[in-house]
């Protein structure tokens, strides 16, 4: 019964051993393309933010706990502020930044690969002033003549935004002494007396500012012509400080503040894995979605209000929303099937030529347990022609045996049934040679016998 149970319509056993070559190419072909065409997002990103107790860096710090959900490691790198962070973005030391609008502009950021992931919050030019007794408040720029001004450290937003707003004023550039402090040295400074004022540009929730909005002694610098500077400058928007924003009990301010905004946009490198810039979008809509001091809710984050030309995934996503499988699943798992579409592509361009290759493989590999016996059947053959006149009966005893020998492996050899006709017809040929050489045998043994 194990015998019978050996011949069957179909060996899998075979089948495994055609197709297994064919299996693992097409595996390792999917493989290959699901790794180098579309790899997996790195588990690290670096982050360029901003100065010591600057908005950047708190929103720095909010973003690495967001991604850090999804198991992604957000690097902070601390700079002078938005030039430098422009800076470490083109030098590749930096993966995405945050960059204020104005400080480069579409064809400097195509130029060196570079584009927005959206605008994300105002941040207003802030001039603090020192008042001092019996001098009149400062109402124009023209008034700085003279003055000690911290401009903001090298590589930072302000310095270059405030110059460009003196010379709208007709200030050269050496009428102000210009200090380049980073923020909060500049502060200390201001507060002990030793400078007139400082500048930086930042969202209100930086802790500086809120500190200096409550200092007494230090005041606020209105910009009256706030609408005139946005038309001078395209960059800049209009932006009120209401009256009693800071503190309605102490009403603090006093009054309504004019002042000028660009805006701080999420900038990264055009290198920069597509399921990452999905996430920092997605992050950023949930940081600063609220209302706030100059915005409204849901103003922010948003593809308007930037230079810098727009990634197509974010912008799809400000109009769309996240992507459908982001919505129901986790990071990782939806970015797993976004990318399986390489891996279909790869499996279509290999199986269906390989399809092809495989059956023929599988016929050859059955055929060929019978077919390599027709050699051993012609090596006895060509024994039995060429065998010595006088060694004639002992070499066709000799191959007799080995007939009976090849006999006895080809009874063995199991094959399916629909080839069976192959292994029937090798028996038949097998006992055709017998016949032949006993034809042989029996025509040589009178001859043997005659005496000389």
Same mark, same amino acid.
């Given at each position: 019964m194990?015998?019978?149970?050996?011949?069957?319509?179909?060996?899998?056993?075979?089948l495994?051993?055609?197709?297994?070559?064919? @299996?693992?190419l097409?595996v390792?072909?999917?493989?290959?393309a699901?790794?180098?065409?579309?790899?997996?997002?790195p588990r690290?990103?670096?982050?360029?933010?901003?100065?010591?107790?600057?908005?950047?860096?708190? !929103?720095?710090?909010?973003?690495? %706990?967001?991604?850090?959900?999804h198991?992604?490691?957000?690097e902070l790198?601390?700079s002078?502020?938005s030039?430098?962070?422009l800076r470490?973005?083109?030098?590749g030391?930096a993966?995405?930044?945050f960059?204020?609008?104005?400080?480069t502009?579409?064809?400097?950021?195509?130029?060196?690969?570079?584009?927005?992931?959206g605008?994300?919050?105002v941040?207003p030019?802030?001039?603090?002033?020192?008042?001092?007794?019996?001098?009149?408040?400062?109402t124009?720029l023209?008034?700085?003549?003279?003055?000690k001004?911290?401009?903001g450290?090298r590589?930072?937003g302000?310095?270059?935004?405030?110059?460009?707003?003196?010379?709208l004023?007709?200030?050269?550039?050496?009428?102000?002494?210009?200090?380049?402090?980073?923020?909060?040295?500049?502060?200390?400074?201001?507060?002990e007396g030793?400078?007139?004022?400082l500048? !930086?540009?930042?969202?209100?929730?930086?802790?500086?500012?809120?500190?200096?909005?409550? %200092?007494p002694?230090?005041?606020? !610098?209105?910009?009256?012509?706030?609408?005139?500077?946005a038309?001078?400058l395209p960059?800049?928007?209009?932006?009120?400080?209401?009256?009693? @924003?800071?503190?309605?009990?102490?009403?603090?301010?006093?009054e $309504?503040?004019?002042?000028?905004?660009?805006t701080a946009?999420?900038?990264?490198?055009?290198n920069?894995?597509?399921?990452?810039?999905?996430?920092?979008?997605?992050?950023?809509?949930?940081?600063?979605?609220?209302?706030g001091w100059?915005q409204?809710?849901g103003?922010?984050?948003?593809?308007k209000?930037?230079?810098?030309?727009?990634?197509?995934d974010?912008?799809k996503?400000?109009?769309?929303g996240?992507?459908?499988?982001?919505?129901?699943?986790? !990071?990782?798992?939806? $970015?797993f099937?976004?990318?399986?579409?390489?891996?279909?592509?790869?499996?279509?361009?290999? @199986?269906? /030529?390989l399809s092809?290759?495989?059956?023929?493989?599988?016929v050859?590999r059955?055929?060929s347990?019978?077919?390599r016996?027709?050699?051993?059947?012609?090596?006895?053959?060509?024994?039995v022609e060429?065998?010595?006149?006088?060694t004639?009966?002992?070499?066709?005893?000799?191959?007799?045996?080995r007939l009976?020998?090849i006999?006895?492996?080809?009874?063995?050899?199991?094959?399916?049934?629909?080839?069976?006709?192959?292994?029937?017809?090798?028996?038949?040929?097998?006992?055709f040679?017998?016949?032949?050489?006993?034809?042989?045998?029996?025509?040589?043994?009178p001859?043997?016998?005659? /005496?000389?």
């Amino acid at each position: 019964m194990s015998k019978i149970l050996k011949f069957t319509q179909f060996s899998v056993r075979d089948l495994i051993v055609t197709a297994a070559p064919t @299996i693992l190419l097409i595996v390792g072909a999917c493989l290959l393309a699901y790794w180098l065409v579309d790899p997996a997002p790195p588990r690290t990103v670096r982050l360029a933010t901003g100065q010591e107790n600057s908005a950047y860096e708190e !929103f720095g710090k909010k973003y690495a %706990t967001a991604l850090a959900k999804h198991g992604i490691k957000v690097e902070l790198i601390p700079s002078a502020g938005s030039g430098d962070n422009l800076r470490l973005l083109k030098d590749g030391k930096a993966d995405i930044a945050f960059v204020q609008s104005g400080s480069t502009n579409e064809e400097a950021a195509e130029r060196e690969g570079l584009s927005s992931l959206g605008s994300l919050f105002v941040e207003p030019l802030w001039l603090f002033l020192r008042e001092t007794k019996g001098q009149p408040p400062i109402t124009q720029l023209t008034q700085l003549r003279g003055k000690k001004i911290n401009y903001g450290p090298r590589g930072a937003g302000a310095p270059r935004l405030f110059r460009q707003v003196l010379e709208l004023n007709g200030v050269e550039k050496g009428e102000v002494e210009r200090f380049s402090l980073a923020n909060t040295p500049a502060t200390v400074e201001l507060l002990e007396g030793r400078i007139d004022g400082l500048v !930086f540009t930042s969202a209100p929730e930086a802790p500086l500012i809120q500190m200096l909005l409550q %200092t007494p002694g230090i005041k606020l !610098f209105n910009f009256s012509q706030a609408e005139a500077y946005a038309r001078k400058l395209p960059f800049l928007t209009h932006v009120v400080l209401p009256q009693g @924003i800071v503190d309605l009990g102490r009403n603090i301010p006093a009054e $309504n503040y004019n002042l000028i905004a660009p805006t701080a946009t999420l900038v990264a490198r055009d290198n920069l894995h597509p399921a990452l810039m999905d996430l920092f979008v997605q992050s950023a809509s949930a940081i600063h979605s609220g209302a706030g001091w100059f915005q409204q809710q849901g103003q922010f984050p948003s593809a308007k209000y930037t230079e810098i030309p727009v990634d197509e995934d974010a912008a799809k996503f400000y109009k769309n929303g996240p992507p459908f499988l982001q919505r129901y699943m986790t !990071f990782w798992l939806a $970015n797993f099937f976004d990318r399986m579409w390489v891996v279909v592509v790869a499996l279509g361009a290999l @199986i269906l /030529p390989l399809s092809k290759v495989v059956p023929p493989l599988y016929v050859w590999r059955i055929r060929s347990r019978v077919y390599r016996w027709y050699g051993q059947l012609r090596a006895v053959e060509q024994r039995v022609e060429e065998a010595p006149e006088a060694t004639r009966m002992q070499v066709y005893e000799e191959q007799l045996t080995r007939l009976n020998q090849i006999e006895e492996l080809v009874n063995q050899v199991s094959i399916p049934l629909s080839f069976a006709d192959g292994l029937y017809g090798l028996r038949s040929h097998i006992q055709f040679v017998r016949k032949r050489i006993q034809f042989l045998t029996a025509e040589a043994a009178p001859s043997e016998a005659v /005496p000389v």
